[in-house]
């Protein structure tokens, strides 16, 4: 089996999964913040907040990992026609 990633793809891939570890530590943050400021009852309604927030933050991450896949296709495709052939990495 040969794996032929190029230097383009290297890096999208390495963008998007940094994104993807920013975004997760983002919503355990903001899932913290919400849980201590619900030790406070003057604090609750900015923890609900919090959570809210942090609930919207997970779907960030399937639209990182859409916008990847859709930026590799656009990579390969590229590649692909630059080469005028297709790879077995392309299916």
């Keep these: 089996m040969t794996l032929r990633i190029g230097k383009e793809e290297l890096v999208v891939r390495r963008r998007y999964e940094a994104a993807s570890i920013v975004n997760d530590a ?3 943050l903001w899932f913290i913040a919400g ?3 619900f030790f406070s009852s003057g604090w609750e309604r900015t923890g609900i907040w919090c959570f809210l927030l942090g609930s919207i933050e997970l779907l ?6 859409l ?3 859709v930026h590799l296709g ?7 026609d630059a080469a ?8």
């Design 74 to 80: 656009r990579l390969r495709d590229d590649a692909s």
């Design 84 to 91: 005028g052939r297709e790879s077995s990495q392309d299916f």
């Design 67 to 69: 916008a990847r896949q």
């Design 35 to 37: 849980s201590v400021m």
């Design 60 to 65: 960030v991450r399937p639209a990182i990992r």
């Design 26 to 28: 983002l919503v355990a």
